[in-house]
């Protein structure tokens, strides 16, 4: 005999998460599994909080930053980035649908207990629904992981920083301090 993993839809997760099925267990939905989310403690929802602040004063009307909220990938695939920064759809976001990849800039997320999820099978995740940039802020050692060129799944620059700026590939007018994401 052989034994086939369930794998999930966006339509069953909906439904789960519509019954109430994971109201007790913070979950999400990657790759067809439901993964459960670790806990955030205190450093990586300061951090992240205070980069979101700062990413709005940075980049203004022209994004939206969604703040540990669903975003869709595929029909298989629905992760909660710490930071989502997306076209700014507010109504559509509201009433239709969470962003889609074709509506998001660039995603960051805050990696201290979940750090091999994050650079491994959420980079993946990523770079295969073509995500054209992702950040991980490695918490452990304070620093920003930056990854770009999404190709055949996986992501072909990985580029590491402790200091210094960075340009967002689609907003090249915008500098932002990694001092500023990292303290």
Same mark, same amino acid.
């Given at each position: 005999?052989?034994?086939?993993? #369930? ?9 789960? $998460? ?6 007790? +267990? ?13 806990? *955030? ?12 602040? #700062? ?24 992760? *909660? ?14 009433? *239709? ?12 997320? =805050? ?20 995500? +054209?940039?992702?950040? $991980? $802020? ?8 930056? =990854? ?6 996986? =992501?072909?620059? *990985?580029?590491?920083?402790? +200091? ?14 990694? +001092?500023?994401?990292?303290?």
């Amino acid at each position: 005999m052989t034994v086939t993993p #369930y794998t999930w839809t966006i339509d069953r997760y909906h439904q789960a $998460v519509q019954a109430g099925v994971f109201d007790d +267990q913070p979950v999400e939905l990657l790759n067809g599994e439901i993964v459960i989310m670790s806990p *955030e403690g205190i450093p990586h929802a300061g951090y992240s909080s205070s980069a979101a602040n #700062y990413l709005r004063k940075q980049l203004g009307d022209r994004v939206l930053i969604r703040e540990g909220h669903p975003i869709t990938l595929s029909n298989r695939s629905e992760p *909660e980035p710490d930071l989502a920064i997306v076209a700014p759809l507010e109504q559509l976001y509201k009433t *239709e649908h969470h962003p889609y990849p074709e509506n998001i800039f660039w995603l960051i997320e =805050y990696a201290d207990a979940s750090l091999i999820k994050d650079t491994e099978i959420k980079r993946k995740t990523y770079a295969s629904t073509a995500i +054209q940039e992702y950040w $991980v $802020v490695n918490l452990k050692v304070m620093e920003l992981v930056v =990854y770009r060129e999404p190709i055949d799944g996986d =992501y072909q620059s *990985e580029q590491i920083f402790t +200091q210094g700026t960075i340009v967002p590939l689609a907003f090249p007018e915008v500098t932002i301090a990694i +001092q500023r994401l990292l303290t």
